[in-house]
C-alpha cells in the first residue's frame, strides 16, 4: 500500500468522525513523525510536506553529501558515489533530499503506523466530544432509547452520541422502552478506558429548571428569575421564584390558570408534587411560605445556628411536615435554615392524640384510642400503671409517650 492509498482510506474513516480534513492531515505527520523516530532514533533529518486539499503527504530524508571515505552516518549523510546515482551534478557539502516511499518502512512499521493513527482520530474525536458536552453541562438533551442494561440506560442523540441515563439518575416513577425518546439534563462528561461517557440527568434540579424555562415565557424572557429548587425526585419539590416586573405575580405566572403551565412539568416528572413559592428577603415570610401550606401562628429565628423554631397549630403541624417529612425538608434546603415544628396550643386546650403521629408510632396511638383515651390529657390524666394495667404497653414506652405529650403543653 503507498502513501496515498493509507491517506485516502483514513480520509474515508474520518468521514464517520468528529475531525475535519486538515485536522486529519496534521494527525497524519504527527503518525509519520512517531514512525520515522521509531526507526531513525530521531525525525530532525526528514520534511514532511502535506497538502490538505490534495490529501496528499511527502516524505524527504535529508543528507549531506560527503567523500566516500568520510562517511560515518548514514542518517544524516549520503557518499558522493551514491549520491551522484540521484544527480550527476551533486557535489560534496550539498544536501540532498530523498523522497522515502512508505514501503520502505516495512509491513509491520505500516501496522503500527495504522493503529497509531486510528489512536490519534479516536482520541481526538473523544476530546471534541467531551469538550462540546461538558460545554453544556445542565443543558436538556433529549435521545431516543437504544438499549436498557441493569444499572443503566444507554441513549443515543441526534449526533449518535451515547447519552448515559444511570439508574440513580431516574426518577423512581421513569419506565422506559427501546425507541422512547427520553429528556433529561447533561450532568457530566466521564472518561472510562479513554472513551467519554455522557451522564444525563432526570433526578437533578437543573432539569426542573430547565423545564420551567421551557414551559414558562416569563422565565425565558428573563421577566422572572428561579431563585432556587430543591427537589425530592418524583415526590416533591420547591420552586422560589422572583418577578422583576411587579405587574407579574410570579406564582401565578408560573402555575398557570388551573395549574395549565405547570402540568406538563408535573407530567413530564413523574406527577411530582411542585410547590412554587414567591421569593422575599424578608426571612420569616419566607420561611412561613416555604411550609406552605401550613399555616404559621410564629417563627423564632438564631442566625448564629441557622435555626428555625416554628409554632403552629395543632391541625396545621402534620401539614408543615408533610408527607414522610418531605414537607419540611425541602422547606429547611430552600431556606438554608434548620426547622423544627411546634405545636401552638394554651394550657387548657387539648389536642387529639393524631396530631402527634409525627413523634409517636401509629400503632400506639391506636392501642390508647382503643381504651377510649384518644387526647393528649386524657393520656396524661391516667397513670402508668392504670394504662399499663388496660393496654399491656411497656411503662417504658407508656413514660415516654406521657414525656412528649407533657412538653407539648410545657412549652
Known amino acids: 500500500m503507498d502513501t496515498s492509498a493509507i491517506i485516502e482510506s483514513f480520509i474515508e474513516f474520518k468521514d464517520d468522525k468528529n475531525i475535519d480534513r486538515i485536522t486529519l492531515m496534521g494527525l497524519l505527520e504527527q503518525a509519520f513523525r512517531s514512525l520515522l523516530i521509531r526507526q531513525y532514533g530521531s525525525d530532525e533529518n526528514f520534511d514532511i510536506v502535506v497538502n490538505a486539499n490534495k490529501g496528499d503527504l511527502q516524505i524527504f530524508h535529508n543528507k549531506i553529501v560527503v567523500n566516500d571515505q568520510n562517511l560515518v552516518d548514514e542518517n544524516s549523510e549520503i557518499s558522493l558515489t551514491d549520491a551522484l546515482r540521484i544527480e550527476d551534478d551533486f557535489e560534496i557539502g550539498d544536501e540532498v533530499a530523498i523522497e522515502k516511499k512508505i514501503e520502505d518502512f516495512g509491513r509491520r512499521a505500516i501496522q503500527t503506523l495504522k493503529q497509531n493513527l486510528i489512536s490519534q482520530v479516536l482520541a481526538h474525536d473523544y476530546e471534541i466530544i467531551n469538550q462540546s458536552y461538558r460545554d453544556r453541562i445542565n443543558e436538556i438533551i433529549s435521545g431516543d432509547v437504544h438499549h436498557i442494561r441493569h444499572r443503566e440506560i444507554i441513549l443515543m442523540d441526534e449526533s449518535d452520541n451515547e447519552l448515559i441515563l444511570p439508574r440513580d439518575e431516574q426518577i423512581p416513577s421513569d419506565f422506559f422502552r427501546k425507541g422512547d425518546t427520553v429528556r433529561a439534563v447533561i450532568k457530566d462528561v466521564q472518561f472510562n478506558k479513554g472513551k467519554p461517557r455522557i451522564i444525563i440527568s432526570r433526578t437533578s434540579p437543573a432539569f426542573l429548571e430547565r423545564l420551567f424555562e421551557l414551559e414558562i415565557p416569563e422565565i425565558s424572557d428573563g421577566l422572572i428569575v428561579i431563585k432556587n429548587v430543591k427537589r425530592i425526585p418524583g415526590e416533591k419539590a420547591k420552586v422560589s421564584v422572583e418577578s422583576y416586573d411587579e405587574r407579574i405575580d410570579p406564582v401565578g405566572a408560573c402555575v398557570g390558570m388551573k395549574g395549565s403551565r405547570i402540568h406538563s ?104 384510642k382503643s381504651i377510649g383515651c384518644d387526647t393528649a390529657k386524657s393520656v396524661l390524666e391516667l397513670g402508668v400503671e392504670e394504662l399499663s394495667r388496660r393496654t399491656d404497653l411497656e411503662e417504658e414506652t407508656i413514660n415516654e409517650v406521657q414525656n412528649i405529650l407533657r412538653s407539648e403543653f410545657e412549652d
Open 265 to 368: 412539568i408535573v407530567r413530564e416528572l413523574g406527577n411530582e408534587n411542585i410547590d412554587v413559592i414567591n421569593f422575599t428577603e424578608n426571612l420569616k415570610l419566607f420561611i412561613s411560605r416555604s411550609l406552605s401550606p401550613a399555616k404559621i401562628t410564629s417563627i423564632q429565628i438564631d442566625d448564629d445556628t441557622k435555626k428555625a423554631d416554628v409554632f403552629l397549630k395543632p391541625d396545621q403541624v402534620s401539614l408543615a411536615i408533610g408527607k414522610g417529612g418531605y414537607n419540611i425538608r425541602l422547606a429547611g434546603q430552600l431556606t438554608g435554615y434548620e426547622i423544627d415544628v411546634y405545636r401552638d396550643i394554651d394550657e387548657d386546650e387539648d389536642v387529639a392524640l393524631t396530631e402527634f403521629a409525627d413523634e409517636i408510632d401509629e400503632w400506639i396511638i391506636d392501642v390508647f
